[in-house]
């Protein structure tokens, strides 16, 4: 993958959940998540830097990206905190952050454009296997005649004392 990389000159996305320390080094940069939140992006020398700027220390006999996947665990990162004057618990300084990068709604887009965007979606997917969609319209067609034509013809008597005994 990495010679791939180099060669073609393409940006590669990997999801990892516990990676060697060998192969955490080949990564240029880094994207952590947490609960479905972004916890860092951005290069991975800077990685440690940064949560020792938010108070957690990567201890000498373990691995950064060992210590990665535990700190951003909420279970397990308080054996990191080392700011023991203050409560464990990462600042969250809203003036710093980008006012189009916070969510303000459950979703993104209205349900109006998903419907349009699936709608769109497998209007495509009907242009390229046409045939199939057209032979399977043909199909239900020709079903549909034939389970309508065996009520065709047939008449109910009713009114008459001997219409009863007939059935």
Request: charged share 25%; net charge neutral; proline share 4%.
């Amino acid at each position: 993958m990495r010679q791939m990389v180099h060669i073609m000159d393409v940006t590669m996305v990997i999801a990892l959940l516990q990676p060697a320390p060998e192969t955490f080094d080949l990564f240029n940069d880094v994207i952590l998540l947490s609960e479905g939140q972004f916890v860092y992006q951005g290069p991975r020398g800077n990685v440690q830097e940064f949560f020792e700027y938010m108070g957690f220390k990567c201890p000498d006999r373990k691995g950064i990206a060992d210590f990665l996947q535990e700190v951003t665990s909420k279970k397990d990162q308080e054996q990191y905190w080392f700011r023991k004057n203050q409560p464990c618990r990462i600042p969250y300084d809203k003036s710093k952050v980008n006012p189009a990068a916070l969510v303000t709604e459950s979703y993104g887009i209205s349900n109006l454009e998903l419907f349009k965007a699936c709608f769109s979606r497998e209007w495509l997917l009907m242009k390229r296997d046409s045939f199939v969609y057209l032979f399977k319209a043909t199909q239900l067609i020709i079903t549909t005649i034939i389970a309508l034509s065996v009520f065709l013809r047939t008449e109910m008597k009713y009114g008459e004392l001997e219409d009863a005994s007939r059935f």
